[in-house]
C-alpha cells in the first residue's frame, strides 16, 4: 500500500499527526458526563412526580418555591419532585460552564478559565434575578 493514506499503518500515522491532547480529552469526557448525568437525574426526577401525580390523580399544577422543594420531596408529593427535575435542569448547564472553568484553568489556559467564570457569574446574576 501506499503512503497517500491507503491502509491500516496510514490511518495511524494520520491520528498520531493530530492527537487531542489527553487532558482535553478528559475534561471533553466529563463536561459529557456532567450534561448527560443532568438529563437522566431531571428525566427521572420529573418521571417520578408524573408518576405519583397519576397515582395520586393528583394532576393539577400550582407554583412550588425553592425553599419548599425539600419538604415536598420528604413528605413524596408529586409537585417536589417535578419542581427538583425542573431545578436539576436548570442547573445542569450552569455545572457544564463550571466544570468548563475548573478544567481551563488546570490546564492554564487563563483566557477560557476568565470567560466561563464570567459567564457562571452572569447565570448566576440571571437567577438571583429571576428569584427561582
Do not use: C, K, N, Y
Request: hydrophobic content about 60%; charged content about 15%.
Amino acid at each position: 500500500m501506499s503512503a497517500e493514506g491507503r491502509g491500516p499503518r496510514a490511518s495511524t500515522e494520520r491520528r498520531a499527526a493530530s492527537p487531542e491532547p489527553r487532558a482535553a480529552a478528559a475534561e471533553r469526557g466529563a463536561i459529557v458526563a456532567v450534561l448527560r448525568i443532568g438529563l437522566a437525574a431531571s428525566m427521572a426526577l420529573m418521571a417520578i412526580g408524573l408518576a405519583l401525580a397519576v397515582g395520586e390523580a393528583r394532576l393539577r399544577s400550582h407554583p412550588v418555591a425553592l425553599a419548599e422543594i425539600l419538604p415536598f420531596l420528604a413528605q413524596r408529593r408529586p409537585s417536589g419532585f417535578m419542581a427538583a427535575g425542573v431545578v436539576v435542569l436548570v442547573a445542569t448547564p450552569v455545572v457544564r460552564v463550571l466544570a468548563l472553568a475548573v478544567g481551563s484553568a488546570m490546564r492554564r489556559d487563563w483566557r477560557l478559565a476568565a470567560i466561563a467564570v464570567a459567564v457562571a457569574v452572569i447565570l448566576g446574576l440571571g437567577v438571583a434575578a429571576g428569584r427561582i
